[in-house]
């Protein structure tokens, strides 16, 4: 799907990356960025806080996130890029679901 939400997802029962349909013409280093993110969910698994909540973006995630060759740039890039794809493609943004009331 063209999702400007989730770029990417790490399936721990297949063992598989899925990758947002919008970056089908984009650049490869954006690939090469959610690739590496991904797969930091492979090596990281998922903790289970105290409270039962379901924690994949840890603090030691995110550091070796930050490892990656100018991952501060890269996400102004994915922003950028995502904005700009918005743009382009309005016809395909998803809108927040509203439900309309009937009093009567």
């Keep these: 799907k063209d ?4 770029l990417g997802s790490y399936n721990y029962n297949s063992d598989m990356i899925t990758i947002s349909g919008i970056f089908r ?6 690939i090469d960025y959610i690739m590496y993110h991904e797969l930091l969910h492979k090596l990281h698994k998922f903790r289970t806080s105290e409270t039962g909540r379901s924690m994949h973006h840890t603090s030691l995630f995110r550091s070796h996130e930050k490892e990656f060759e100018s991952a ?4 102004k890039k ?7 794809w918005k743009r382009a493609n ?3 943004v998803l809108r927040p679901f509203v439900r ?5």
């Design 25 to 30: 013409q984009g650049d490869a280093d954006f």
């Design 72 to 75: 501060d740039e890269m996400e």
């Design 3 to 6: 999702s400007t939400r989730k």
């Design 90 to 92: 309005p016809d395909k």
């Design 78 to 84: 994915l922003s950028s890029y995502i904005r700009s």
């Design 100 to 104: 309309k009331r009937r009093w009567f």
